[in-house]
């Protein structure tokens, strides 16, 4: 039997010395460079104490983060700049992780301020602003971003930038977009993060504006609550070629091409189809086999990316819809799609591109009236009962923080369209983890 290898010392900044196995050394990047190098059997000295370090060398060790569940913000900070500076990944995320779940997710924009300890240092016509902007802003550029220094404060005191903008990786999208109106230092950090997230691609530099914006992730922007921000996109990204999701790239210049409308009218003559042709007709996939060649990627794509794909970049009418009109006339006073046979997939389709003008110069309101249809794709939705839309729920801020400045109203859209179906909410998506850290 070989001998067991010796055990890897480490000192905390008390001088107390621990130890751990060579296999959780090889995970902390820095402890293993020390072995590589190092040729004596002493201790590698760190500046940590010894509570932080027993922490990281245990997640090393057996990945068992169950003890940071009882640690405080600022303790789950320390281990955090702890595990940046040994280089361990694994141990960083699980901080992250427990930051984010605790201090960040479904928390206002008052409670994310007094969490983190962030001095209210934006106007609140400032906030409102950041919290209406699209998710895919990029942040200002050094040159914009200058002026007078700011006084840090609560948690931007006890880390570093680069440890804090890590973190930010493992926080869901929706807590990001919230994150923007806590203060000037947070909105830079979450626009990145989001920014980045959402249009940054492997090998990739980060986007210097929106003009250098080629990519957008679908689902991430479906995961933060903003799906009808695909349209925002399609108006104000002048470069945007492809969009990313669930596994596939949409080529946004072939869809702009593409007639998907074809095929439509010829269908809409022929008076003599049965129900069962139309109720086919309806539950095919939107865009048929016209928008499928845009689409790389194995398999069928989801429904939600083919939705994102047309409201994006689709041109003319498509499923009785007028999306190029909607999407980029900005003085539409009424819309009757009375006639138009509009159905269940249109009336979803129609959701993301009258919220845009909403969001854009606040829309007035829209009615919608429904017809039934019971195709197994109409009986999969949620019940669309008859209502008026008003601008989603999250742009005004929590009533305790802020209120939206006021916009000229443009007129309302008279939208008749008919349906008892029943609309299904996209799945979330989970946060990339894309490490930008490097070791200190």
């Not at 969490?115 to 200002?140: C, H, I, V």
């Not at 609560?154 to 806590?182: I, P, R, T």
């Not at 939107?286 to 041109?315: F, N």
Request: negative net charge; charged residues 25%; contains cysteine.
């Amino acid at each position: 039997m070989s001998e067991e290898e010796p055990r890897v010392r480490v000192r905390s900044r008390e001088g107390e010395e621990l130890t751990c196995s060579r296999k959780a050394a090889r995970r902390a990047g820095t402890l293993s460079d020390w072995i590589d190098d190092t040729t004596d059997d002493g201790s590698f000295p760190t500046n940590l104490t010894a509570a932080e370090l027993r922490v990281i060398l245990d997640m090393c060790e057996d990945d068992d983060s169950s003890a940071l569940a009882s640690h405080s913000l600022e303790e789950l900070v320390a281990v955090m700049t702890g595990a940046n500076y040994l280089d361990a990944p694994d141990a960083f995320s699980a901080a992250a992780r427990q930051f984010n779940i605790r201090f960040l997710a479904g928390k206002s924009v008052k409670e994310l301020r007094t969490n983190l300890g962030a001095e209210n240092d934006m106007s609140d016509a400032d906030q409102a602003a950041a919290l209406a902007e699209p998710a895919f802003t990029p942040p200002p550029s050094q040159e914009q971003a200058e002026g007078p220094p700011r006084v840090q404060r609560g948690v931007s005191l006890l880390a570093a930038k680069e440890v804090l903008e890590a973190a930010l990786q493992e926080a869901d999208a929706a807590a990001l977009c919230w994150l923007k109106a806590v203060s000037v230092a947070w909105c830079a950090r979450a626009r990145r993060e989001l920014c980045n997230r959402l249009c940054c691609r492997k090998g990739q530099p980060e986007p210097a504006g929106v003009a250098s914006i080629t990519d957008l992730d679908v689902q991430v922007l479906n995961g933060a609550g903003r799906p009808w921000e695909v349209v925002v996109a399609g108006r104000q990204l002048p470069q945007l070629a492809r969009l990313h999701g669930f596994g596939f790239v949409v080529d946004v210049q072939a869809v702009r091409q593409t007639d998907l409308g074809a095929g439509e009218e010829d269908d809409d003559d022929d008076d003599d189809d049965d129900d069962d042709d139309d109720d086919a007709d309806a539950d095919a996939p939107l865009g048929g086999a016209a928008l499928r060649s845009c689409i790389q990627g194995e398999g069928e794509p989801p429904h939600e990316l083919l939705l994102a794909a047309v409201a994006c970049a689709a041109s003319g009418t498509v499923r009785g819809v007028p999306v190029q009109r909607l999407r980029e006339d900005d003085a539409i006073d009424e819309l009757d799609l009375d006639g138009s046979d509009v159905g269940v997939i249109s009336a979803i389709l129609l959701c993301p591109l009258l919220l845009c003008p909403l969001l854009a110069a606040a829309t007035s309101v829209c009615s919608l009236r429904c017809r039934p249809r019971t195709t197994p794709f109409a009986r999969d939705l949620s019940p669309l009962s008859p209502r008026r839309i008003v601008a989603p729920a999250f742009l005004p801020a929590p009533v305790d923080t802020l209120a939206l400045p006021s916009f000229q109203p443009r007129p309302s859209l008279a939208v008749s369209l008919v349906t008892r179906s029943e609309m299904r909410a996209p799945p979330c998506s989970r946060p990339s983890s894309r490490r930008r850290r490097s070791p200190t």
